[in-house]
């Protein structure tokens, strides 16, 4: 295990279990008052719930199968990941005061959250490893780059900003869980696994919120079809969220890649104190 994971030794994974502001001025462009930002954030809170509970049980089956400290990384990954799917039921509740129906998104989400349950133990831990490998690299985006949600009210950056920290201190369980119940196998099966997966992974998720985020903009009276250049320039130019991302995604394809080859713990500290949040509990 010590070969299999360059996890930091002195790691500290510490659930934060906070509750935000019920209060919060039900908006329907809360991101800057941009309608496209503001649906890509709201799709992206739609499928946590579903999501993260699928991530728990892909992680949390294999906890008597790997050695400490990684059985002790997997309760405190379950606990931050339970407390981020109730904040976002919350927050997605706020969405559906402000107007927007959210039932076709929800059942997207299901569906798909379904049929991966039907898929073999580890195959669903190699999607749990892919796309915590897609929310750490966004977390480190969004901490890194202080113009991410300062249009937003301030209890709303906070929601974001707390699941990112925590997102980041987690980034390498499942992966390292993988790689802890697949030694018996070849490294390049492994390699094979992974990268086959993120691809396929990949493809799905951009899929989904593709049509999560048009499912939205309609709503708003929006055409999908001509905001397509707005779109692209938001994720691509500026603020430029998916191109922030794309050589630490390319990352993941890498032989001998690991989460944690880029150890950006100092932006915890930073993102702790610029929203004030207390101490873990």
């Known amino acids: 295990m010590a070969r299999a994971s360059r996890t930091p030794s002195d790691l500290q994974i510490r659930p934060r279990n906070l509750r935000f502001a019920t209060d919060i001025p039900d908006q329907r462009w809360w991101a800057g008052g941009d309608p496209i930002e503001s649906a890509l954030y709201n799709a992206f809170s739609a499928t946590f719930p579903e999501g993260e509970k699928l991530f728990i049980e892909a992680v949390v089956r294999f906890r008597d199968q ?47 959250v379904t049929e991966a349950r039907t898929r073999p133990a580890l195959a669903q831990l190699a999607v749990t490893a892919a796309l915590e490998h897609f929310t750490a ?97 938001i994720l691509f130019v500026d603020p430029g969220l998916l191109r922030r991302v794309m050589l630490h995604y390319l990352a993941y394809y890498r032989p001998g890649f690991h989460p944690w080859d880029i150890d950006d713990r100092v932006l915890i500290g930073e993102a702790e104190a610029s929203v004030a949040l207390p101490a873990a509990a």
């Open 137 to 233: 690299i966004l977390a480190h985006a969004s901490l890194r780059d202080p113009r991410d949600f300062e249009g937003a009210p301030p209890e709303i950056a906070r929601l974001w900003r707390w699941h990112a920290i925590e997102e980041i201190e987690h980034k390498a369980v499942a992966f390292d869980t993988l790689r802890a119940v697949t030694t018996d196998r070849p490294p390049f099966r492994r390699w094979l696994m992974r990268c086959l997966t993120m691809l396929l992974v990949t493809i799905g998720f951009t899929r989904s919120m593709t049509a999560n985020v048009a499912d939205l903009l309609r709503q708003d009276g929006f055409e999908p079809a001509r905001l397509r250049w707005r779109a692209l320039r």
């Open 66 to 112: 790997v050695p400490e400290p990684l059985k002790s990384q997997i309760v405190d990954f379950a606990r931050q990941e339970g407390n981020h799917t109730r904040e976002h039921l919350a927050f997605n509740a706020q969405i559906v005061r402000a107007g927007y129906d959210m039932s076709r998104i929800e059942a997207r989400t299901l569906q798909r």
